[in-house]
């Protein structure tokens, strides 16, 4: 399956929940959100549907994500079920880490086969600052848990926020020297009503090299290529790799072959744009195996090229934790 532009479609996202157990400043505002009515969301059926519309049209890797997959109910037997549909090769999970400690190992078992955790500070007083509550132990303990249950590579995000986090980006650095891990710093993107939060305090990926390098020294660079959107590194004699994840100063629209399925039944045709095609109504209105495929294929296919916030233009339905990153 392609696009307009010819970026061919392998990578399907899939938003578990609009719920999550932690409240990150860049991704939820302070009052809160209106989440979904349940029945508004995808049952686990619906949800399995599409993901066997998506591989017979050629999507090989699924990444669960959220609001935070693991409080979805069920979650080890979905990802059983996602790891039997044919054309599945690979399932990764995008998580903050806090259940992993119980379900790292029953994931693992069930199929999953790879994890990011987020994790923006090891500091216990910034984390509980910037996930507005958050115990940061619980993440390491999950990290553990998901290296022992074979959950490799273990990829650690951190989203950098003037004023939150942005000199932890050294420390988070040298976890690199000791462990096989690959740390990757992503720029802070402006999404409704946290999109003016976001661009006051984005840190461009370019200022936290020049912070890691000066306490740390050289990076030495490995893919530069853009086939991955982080650009990754490594410090000398280190186990682990760094990756820089730029969609604000060094966007990577070109390469970018993703799509975005929301726990509402939206597939959302760029990240950084309002633009998407409702699958959840005609799903329900009783279309046709063979219809779904079609409006699937269909809505794939006018991916817009880009976004623009070059143009001052950020989206405004959604904020991140309704959409899945
Ligand atoms: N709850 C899970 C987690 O935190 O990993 C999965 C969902 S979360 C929305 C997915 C990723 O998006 C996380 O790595 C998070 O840090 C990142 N994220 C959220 N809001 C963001 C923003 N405004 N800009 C950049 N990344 C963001
Ligand atoms: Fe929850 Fe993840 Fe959003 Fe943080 S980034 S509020 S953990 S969904």
């Known amino acids: 399956m392609k696009d307009q532009y010819g970026r061919e479609l392998t990578d399907l996202r899939i938003s578990l929940t609009d719920r999550c157990n932690l409240r990150c400043v860049y991704c939820m505002p302070a009052e809160g959100i209106d989440f979904r009515p349940q029945d508004e ?89 910037i996930t507005r509550g958050g115990k940061v132990e619980k993440v390491l303990s999950g990290i553990a848990a998901a290296e022992a249950a074979g959950l490799l590579p273990i990829k650690l995000n951190s ?10 980006v050294v420390s988070l650095a040298a976890l690199t020297v000791e462990r096989p891990w690959e740390v990757r710093y992503i720029e802070m993107m402006p999404f409704g009503s946290v999109g003016d939060f976001a661009e006051a305090g984005v840190v461009k990926s370019e200022e936290t090299m020049e912070k890691i390098e000066a306490a740390l020294g050289p990076l030495t660079p490995l893919d530069l290529s853009g086939e991955d959107p982080a650009r990754t590194y490594r410090l000398m004699g280190a186990a682990g790799v760094l990756g820089f994840i730029s969609p604000i100063s060094q966007p990577f629209c070109a390469k970018c072959g993703r799509l975005r399925l929301t726990a509402d039944g ?51 339905a959604r904020v991140m934790i309704q959409i899945g990153g």
Do not use: W
């Open 266 to 316: 939206r597939l959302r045709l760029c990240l950084l744009r309002d633009d998407e095609a409702d699958l959840l109504t005609p799903l329900r209105a009783g279309a046709t195996y063979a219809e779904m495929k079609e409006i699937f294929r269909a809505a794939a296919y006018r991916r817009p090229f880009g976004h623009a916030l070059a143009e001052k233009m950020f989206p405004q």
């Open 41 to 129: 969301l995808l049952t686990d059926d619906e949800l399995l549907l599409l993901v066997r519309v998506a591989a017979e049209l050629g999507v090989r890797k699924v990444r669960l994500t959220g609001g935070e997959p693991t409080v979805r109910p069920g979650i080890v037997e979905l990802v059983r079920e996602i790891h039997a549909t044919s054309g599945i090769d690979e399932i990764a999970m995008t998580t903050n880490g806090l259940l992993l400690e119980y379900l790292a190992r029953p994931l693992a078992d069930a199929g999953l086969n790879r994890i990011n955790v987020s994790l923006d500070t090891t500091d216990p007083d910034k984390f509980h600052r």
């Open 159 to 168: 989203v950098v926020v003037r004023g939150f986090n942005e000199d932890d």
